[in-house]
Nanobody, 123 residues
Framework: VQLQASGGGLVQAGDSLRVSCVASGGTFSAYDMGWFRQAAGKEREFVAAISGSGHTKDYADSVKGRFTISRDNAKKTVYLQMYSLKPGDTAIYYC?????????????????WGQGTLVTVSS
């Protein structure tokens, strides 16, 4: 499975932005998908995850209520819609895929990673 993330950019605090991740190879619905982020000088952290069917979702406390994860299995795409962005959301956002055994917050549990897309939120 190859993952290609896109949609990052420079926005102002309070703005919204949607990042996307397109998969190729494999049966997309057979994979749970996750979004992680890594800010400069910090460790990678979990952001959100969605089950292969799209029925189960999980969010980090820091983004709950502001971010929404969704997927379109026909388009082999997972989305992260971000609202009310804060400067602390500035990071490289990575999508990841794991065989569908339940959503996970652990990066080590994911088998495939995209190259990342940079989101910068100015104050």
């Amino acid at each position: 499975v190859q993952l290609q993330a896109s949609g990052g950019g420079l926005v102002q605090a309070g703005d919204s932005l949607r990042v996307s991740c397109v998969a190729s190879g494999g049966t997309f619905s057979a994979y749970d998908m996750g979004w992680f982020r890594q800010a400069a000088g910090k460790e990678r952290e979990f952001v959100a995850a969605i089950s292969g069917s799209g029925h189960t979702k999980d969010y980090a406390d820091s983004v709950k209520g502001r971010f929404t994860i969704s997927r379109d299995n026909a388009k082999k795409t997972v989305y992260l819609q971000m609202y009310s962005l804060k400067p602390g959301d500035t990071a490289i956002y990575y999508c990841a895929a794991k065989r569908a055994k339940g959503v996970s917050r652990l990066g080590s549990g994911y088998d495939y990673w995209g190259q990342g897309t940079l989101v910068t939120v100015s104050s």
